[in-house]
């Protein structure tokens, strides 16, 4: 009997670690662009989403106006405002957006923040080289969820 509530505790704990696991860029499963299921298992941290609004690989601003972040310069008017983003979207579908904004809007110039493949003639910065190597997305799992989770913070109150 000991070793079977052994066997029974040490599958359950491989199971919480396996969901606890980030899903790789490759399989990501997108249904009509949303993307239900996190990315990393954790939720999201609005501020460190925040953040990344501004800085980094996010930098979201340099395309989309968003008045929460009003205090900081050279806001974008590529993309749409994110005011109300929360209203208009559910996370799921943000998720997917943030994830690869290409599968629910084709043509999309929004960048694919976690893709790692499928890319034409990828560089090595401005060196004129081939990329070497594997391919890092833009923005870690974790990284969209934050900014899901400020996304979500963005309504219409």
Known sequence: MT???AFVSATAL??????????APQD???VDGAVETSLTGQPGD???????????????????????QSQLQFHGEIGPPLDGVAD???????????????IMFEGTMMPAFYKVDGFTRLGDAYTGEAHEGEVEPLLTGQQIEDVVAYLMTLKYE
Do not use: Q
């Open 28 to 30: 990501v499963d997108y």
């Open 88 to 102: 208009r979207w559910s996370e799921a579908e943000l998720r997917g957006i943030v994830a690869n904004a290409k």
């Open 46 to 68: 609005p501020e460190a989403g925040a953040v990344l609004m501004n800085k980094g690989a996010g930098n979201c601003i340099a395309c989309h106006m968003i008045s929460d």
């Open 3 to 5: 070793r079977l509530t």
């Open 14 to 23: 491989f199971a919480t670690v396996a969901a606890a696991e980030t899903i």
